[in-house]
């Protein structure tokens, strides 16, 4: 299992253990972390999974491709470290991730 931490806007935060295989979006569903609304199931299809990857795991999360950085343009207070977390595929490698959540999602 791999830990993800999760922090809302008003600072509070929810670590997760996830099977490696799912996304980081899955990871906040299943365990009920507020501030993730997925509207389109994980199919890159909207914004509301739109979250602030810490800058010490950009490398290991990898870059945006091309339709999630169309999606992106619908997110709220888009940043330079905004992704979707429908796009980030969890892996060993990203035991202890730390992802921020905008104040709120369109």
Known sequence: MTKINFIEFNGVEHSVDVDDGNTVMEAAIKNNVPGIDADCGGATACA???????????????????????????????????????????????????????????
């Open 48 to 106: 509301t999974c739109h979250v602030y990857v810490d800058p010490a795991w950009a490398e290991k999360t990898g870059e945006a491709e091309e339709m999630e950085k169309d999606m992106l343009d619908f997110a709220f207070d888009v940043e330079d470290n905004s992704r979707l977390s429908c796009c980030i595929k969890v892996s060993s490698e990203l035991d202890g991730l730390t992802v921020r959540l905008p104040e709120k999602q369109f």
